[in-house]
């Protein structure tokens, strides 16, 4: 896919004033429009860790794919602490099947005061810590883009004991077969001892989008100690499926934070492509610049009449580093 990136508008995606933007994932509405569903949370505090417990998922829409996207609401916003979505929602993923829209995403909470403008928050702040521990990845339905959404009381994916998900369920990536089928790709990490250890990958199975899903292995579909990845996006082929993922250390792509691609038949068993780089966080402009991204990553393709049109982005600007970024944004970059 990487050769097959056009030029990037830069009046396109999607921005807020004051805001910290992320994620992001489209569809086209019953109003024949397109529809961002992202993340966003205040920019008093730090982009990093304050999507752990400042993030609610919101709506944007445009009439062109690329946009640029302009803000109609809160999707899902804070509920309160007792819900284990209640302080945070975030990495949405929107899919239709037949009338419902089916929206995954991650949620957490913690019970302690939130933070307030003027305080900060570091990594190792307890809300943080608790909020990470929290992520849990769950859904919400909808009959109209527009709402209204139904949440549930439980995430689809909890934790399991002594598996390498038995710290946190996240970034959740699934793919809608014809039939109602979900295969869902989703980010993991392991306790070990009192902390987490790296990202791993999972899939799980549902029957119906509104599930119950179920995990199919007892180990990461791509072994840890060659795989560091995250942010998986999949789509289903005559072939069986095929991935795309952010390379945490660029030892797959050849280049850090750069893109993979993979394919496999069951969705288990996964094999690196022989041309392994998906995407580059260097983008050209339709200007005819080139800027090298200090983030792009959350990738999701846009797929109309069954072709692949436009790669969504979560990108931010500085040398790289979450703590370096001074803006974050939603980029759409079309596929040629």
Known sequence: MADRLLPAPRNGGFRMEGYWVWCGSAVKGEDGRFHLFASRWPKWLPMHPGWLVGSEIVRASSDMPEGPYTFEEVVLPARGAEYWDGRSTHNPHI???????????????HPLPQPQPGETLAPDDPRAIVARAGKRVGIAA??????????????????????????????????????????????????????????????????????????????????????????????????????????????????????????????????????????????????????????LERPFILFQDGKPTHLFAAVADGPGGFRQAQNTWNQVIPIG
């Open 95 to 109: 899919v239709k099947h037949g009338n419902t829209y089916v929206l995954y995403y991650m949620g957490s909470t």
């Open 142 to 295: 909808a009959g109209s883009v527009f709402g209204p959404w139904q949440r549930f009381d439980a995430p689809i994916l909890n934790t399991r004991p002594g598996r390498f998900d038995s710290f946190l369920t996240s970034n959740p990536a699934p793919c809608v077969h014809e039939d109602g089928s979900v295969l869902l790709m989703y980010k993991a990490r392991k306790y070990e001892g009192n902390v987490h250890g790296r990202m791993t990958i999972g899939c799980a199975y549902a029957e119906h989008p509104l599930g119950p899903y179920r995990v199919l292995t007892d180990d990461p579909v791509f072994p840890p100690d060659r795989f560091h990845i995250e942010d998986p996006f999949i789509w289903q082929t005559e072939r069986g499926y095929e991935l795309i993922a952010k390379d945490m250390e660029g030892t797959l792509c050849g280049e850090k934070h750069g893109g993979i691609h993979a394919f496999s038949a069951d969705g288990r068993d996964w094999r690196l492509s022989a041309s392994p780089k998906s995407y580059s966080r260097t983008i050209r402009w339709d200007d005819g610049a080139e800027q090298t991204m200090g983030s």
